[in-house]
């Protein structure tokens, strides 16, 4: 595989639990959370998926072939963001952040992604606070 094919499947899976917008070759288009696709015809899963007429689709399989295009509409939550807010409250050199994979990890310990925070105890609380404050004030701009 090439480098940019690479590239291309690390981009789609960085949309797996987004909401995206696909538009098929016979002018259907679904609005859905991409769950998952295959890697050798690029077919694709959508669940809680409505198309351009308002059905609304619990699961559904749309095949590669098909689609002419996928987008995700929605902005990106700034996770780079995030990692300078915690970088002003700890010390130094303990949060870390994964630009491709869109990860911050605080003191080796606790896991920081646009979904949420992963971990227990204060340190995840404390972190989480930031978080939950990060996301409101980032919601009304």
Sequence with gaps: MSIAGG?????????????I???????????GI???Y?????SIVLAEAKDNQGTYYHR???R???INEMIKAEEPFDIKGLYLELEKIFPPGE????????????????RVTEEGVEGEGPLADRIRQVYDKYVLEHKTE
């Design 21 to 31: 917008e696909v538009n098929t070759e016979i002018g259907k288009t679904y609005n």
């Design 95 to 110: 949060v870390e952040f994964f630009e491709d994979s869109r990860i911050i990890r605080v003191l080796k310990k606790v």
């Design 64 to 66: 590669g072939e098909k």
């Design 7 to 19: 590239d291309f499947f690390r981009e789609l899976s960085a949309l797996l639990g987004s909401r």
């Design 38 to 42: 295959d890697r050798n015809t690029l």
């Design 60 to 62: 559904i399989f749309i």
């Design 34 to 36: 991409l769950k998952g």
